[in-house]
């Protein structure tokens, strides 16, 4: 079976299709940067963007996305390799605490800022509601994405 991962076809052989796509990821290809959190569906952990939408990966049979544009935490910066305007705002606005739930919330924050450029706080609790960080950087997360949107200047520069 091929997949498209980052913009690359990867052969993954002779794989069980129902295998969930986060398990191809972490431990055929190796792109461990999609973290497994509940494997249930439950903590968004392990979302990633299938044809530019934020899916649960740990829900997903490899077979479902055989022809898809799959997209990781790994192949969202840019090709120049600067990173993203998320993971910017994600360092400038010091999101994570054990980050552990902070690849799933970016590619999530991606996805909003690619269909929603100027959201409001409603747009964006609604879009990460589904995810889980038992850290509590809820109100960084929502800071850090007005501020890629350009709507808010970042934490400590001046007004
Ligand atoms: S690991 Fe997939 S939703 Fe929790
Ligand atoms: S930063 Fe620890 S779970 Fe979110």
Known sequence: MQLNVNGKSHDIGDIDPSTPLLWVLRDTLGLVGTKYGCGV????ACTVHIDGQP???????????????ITTIEGIANADGTLHPVQQAWIDEDVPQCGYCQAGQIMSAVALLEN????????????MSRHLCRCGT???????IH????????TGSAS
Do not use: E, F
């Open 138 to 144: 809820y109100n960084r997360i929502r800071k850090a």
């Open 55 to 69: 899916v649960q990966s740990c829900q997903l049979p490899v077979q479902s996305v055989a022809d898809a544009r």
């Open 116 to 127: 929603t450029p100027t959201p409001s706080d409603a747009d964006i609790d609604g879009a």
């Open 147 to 154: 501020v890629a949107a350009g709507q808010v200047p970042k």
């Open 41 to 44: 569906g439950q903590c968004s």
